[in-house]
């Protein structure tokens, strides 16, 4: 997995409520270039392959883009959570084993 720490990156570019950080309204132009931000720097944290990173990257339309790194991260999210079932269903035995 990759190591980058961009968390508080990525909390700056969140979707949020439309407020800037001194608590007044953005304009609107300003939120289209938050999300695209937003966009670019989840590409950056998402463990893919190179290849496929680029090509999101190069993806001209931020909608389309963010939908992808939902489906990205929705496939994701179900692989862990089988994952975790699996484990904890067998823990006691690979435990027993060694394995973990």
């Given amino acids: 997995g990759k190591q980058l720490d961009l968390r508080e990156k990525i909390k700056a570019l969140a979707p ?36 496929d990173q680029q090509l999101m990257l ?21 692989y862990l959570s089988a994952q975790a079932s699996v484990k904890n269903a067998f823990g006691g035995v690979a435990e027993g084993n060694g394995e973990k």
């Fill in 16 to 51: 949020g409520k439309g407020l800037s950080e001194d608590g007044g309204s953005r304009p609107e132009g300003s939120e289209a270039a938050r999300q695209r931000l937003f966009s670019f720097a989840v590409c950056q944290v998402l463990d893919m392959p190179i290849l």
């Fill in 58 to 78: 190069q993806m001209q339309n931020t909608s389309q883009r963010l939908q992808k790194q939902l489906q990205l991260l929705q496939q994701a999210h179900q």
